[in-house]
């Protein structure tokens, strides 16, 4: 087993880098992203991170909120499509949002300058998809993460566009959205207003390319190298990740044993006040892709808690209470945020073996994992 150092430093499973330096751009293209124009008066970009209120993939929406937020180079909202609490996948933590989209528009009628969209559920969620279209025709850049590209292609909006989704949805977006020019192998693609990335694990590098078209090259540097990240571009090889003879079959079967044999053990995932989102995202979605596992987040009593970047996180459950989860994880430590979805599949190694490690790299889309025996 090898891991990276952190997620842009990373060893490909094919041979060629992740990542390449690449200059401050001056206009988009499918590797940049136009650089930010103020609209409104604005002293800086209101960006909007949008859940489906049922079920939305947590690094998908985390990370993107997290990075955006510590950049301190825009005003970044969490919302919920929905009133109440914003349920997340594949671990079962609960999010208290700040606003709901109807919140939102209340404050913001101009709309927002830019929307993330992760990963949901209920990809043709209509109150959603018209809340798209809605802040497309305002002007805002629509920002997919991971196959978050699905619900932007059901409001038909990438028709004629260039965009990526993640490896495992290739056929099923071909087939339902053929009049989107789907690119593979690359981490993020940017089509005027709109802006798509590869797998879970492209959340870090795409929001690392906003910060920089938002704000310059210098504070992305600045911020990649607090999060221990040292690259940022799009260069990436999808073929690798996919399934095949001889190749990842057994690491993906080794992640699926667990889910169709309906067993798993909690896992917890300690929660205190000013938790990286980051770190926490990481390795509640990778345990609970396991199979065998689901992570759940304890803390010291049921209060919601707030994490570093303002998140506000529901625990699963209280410690020491009869429902807590026998296993827990050492509490984080002050390993650059980046660092920790190399140490979640260092300990799923561990404690599940390197197969199952593996197959979460390939489900996160994460060439900084090589299995040496797959």
Same mark, same amino acid.
């Given at each position: 087993?090898?891991?990276?150092?952190?997620?842009?430093?990373?060893?490909?499973?094919?041979?060629?880098?992740?990542?390449?330096?690449?200059?401050?751009?001056?206009?988009?293209?499918?590797?940049?992203?136009?650089?930010?124009?103020?609209?409104?008066?604005?002293?800086?970009?209101?960006?909007?991170?949008?859940?489906?209120? =049922?079920?939305?993939?947590?690094?998908? &929406?985390? *990370?993107?909120?997290?990075?955006?937020?510590?950049?301190?180079?825009?005003?970044?909202?969490?919302?919920? +499509?929905?009133?109440?609490?914003?349920?997340?996948?594949?671990?079962?933590?609960?999010?208290?949002?700040?606003? %709901? *989209? %109807?919140? $939102?528009?209340?404050?913001?009628?101009?709309?927002?300058?830019?929307?993330? @969209?992760?990963? @949901?559920?209920?990809?043709?969620?209509?109150?959603?998809?018209?809340?798209?279209?809605?802040? #497309?025709?305002?002007? !805002?850049?629509?920002?997919?993460?991971?196959?978050?590209?699905?619900?932007?292609? !059901? %409001?038909?909006?990438?028709?004629?566009?260039?965009?990526?989704?993640?490896?495992?949805?290739?056929?099923?977006?071909?087939?339902?959205?053929?009049?989107?020019?789907?690119?593979? #192998?690359?981490?993020?693609?940017?089509?005027?207003? $709109?802006? =798509? +990335?590869?797998?879970?694990?492209?959340?870090?590098?795409?929001?690392?390319?906003?910060?920089?078209?938002?704000?310059?090259?210098?504070?992305?540097?600045?911020?990649?190298?607090?999060?221990?990240?040292?690259?940022?571009?799009?260069?990436?090889?999808?073929?690798?990740?996919?399934?095949? &003879?001889?190749? #990842?079959?057994?690491?993906?079967?080794?992640?699926?044993?667990?889910?169709?044999?309906?067993?798993?053990?909690?896992?917890?995932?300690?929660?205190?006040?000013?938790?990286?989102?980051?770190?926490?995202?990481?390795?509640?979605?990778?345990?609970?892709?396991?199979?065998?596992?689901?992570?759940?987040?304890? =803390?010291?009593?049921?209060?919601?808690?707030?994490?570093?970047?303002?998140?506000?996180? @529901?625990?699963?459950?209280?410690?020491?209470?009869?429902?807590?989860?026998?296993?827990?994880?050492?509490? $984080?430590?002050?390993?650059?945020?980046?660092?920790? *979805?190399?140490?979640?599949?260092?300990?799923?190694?561990?404690? &599940?073996?390197?197969?199952?490690?593996?197959?979460? !790299?390939?489900? $996160?889309?994460?060439?900084?994992?090589? #299995?040496?025996?797959?």
């Amino acid at each position: 087993m090898k891991t990276a150092t952190h997620l842009a430093k990373l060893l490909p499973l094919a041979g060629a880098l992740l990542c390449a330096a690449t200059a401050p751009a001056l206009a988009a293209s499918d590797e940049t992203i136009a650089p930010y124009q103020a609209r409104f008066g604005r002293a800086q970009p209101v960006i909007a991170v949008i859940g489906e209120s =049922s079920g939305t993939e947590l690094s998908d &929406y985390v *990370i993107p909120y997290a990075v955006l937020s510590r950049s301190g180079a825009a005003e970044v909202l969490s919302l919920a +499509s929905r009133p109440g609490r914003l349920q997340m996948t594949p671990a079962p933590l609960q999010i208290d949002p700040q606003a %709901t *989209i %109807t919140q $939102f528009d209340a404050r913001f009628p101009d709309g927002a300058d830019y929307i993330i @969209v992760p990963k @949901v559920g209920k990809d043709k969620d209509s109150r959603l998809l018209a809340w798209l279209r809605d802040q #497309n025709k305002k002007g !805002a850049t629509i920002v997919s993460i991971c196959d978050g590209a699905l619900a932007v292609a !059901a %409001t038909g909006l990438l028709k004629g566009h260039r965009a990526t989704a993640h490896w495992a949805t290739e056929e099923r977006r071909a087939k339902a959205y053929p009049d989107t020019d789907w690119v593979a #192998n690359k981490r993020y693609v940017a089509d005027r207003r $709109f802006v =798509s +990335s590869s797998g879970i694990s492209a959340a870090i590098p795409t929001s690392l390319a906003l910060v920089e078209a938002i704000a310059g090259r210098a504070r992305a540097g600045a911020l990649a190298a607090e999060l221990g990240v040292s690259d940022w571009s799009s260069r990436h090889d999808s073929s690798v990740f996919q399934p095949g &003879y001889g190749q #990842n079959a057994k690491a993906l079967a080794a992640i699926g044993g667990g889910r169709w044999s309906g067993t798993s053990t909690g896992i917890g995932v300690p929660l205190g006040a000013g938790v990286d989102d980051i770190a926490l995202a990481f390795t509640l979605d990778a345990y609970s892709r396991t199979g065998s596992s689901v992570a759940l987040a304890v =803390s010291a009593s049921a209060a919601p808690v707030r994490t570093r970047d303002g998140l506000m996180i @529901v625990p699963d459950r209280v410690a020491g209470a009869g429902d807590a989860p026998a296993i827990m994880l050492p509490p $984080f430590d002050a390993a650059p945020a980046a660092h920790w *979805i190399d140490k979640a599949l260092a300990g799923i190694a561990r404690r &599940y073996g390197p197969d199952a490690a593996f197959g979460v !790299a390939l489900a $996160f889309e994460y060439p900084g994992y090589k #299995n040496e025996g797959n």
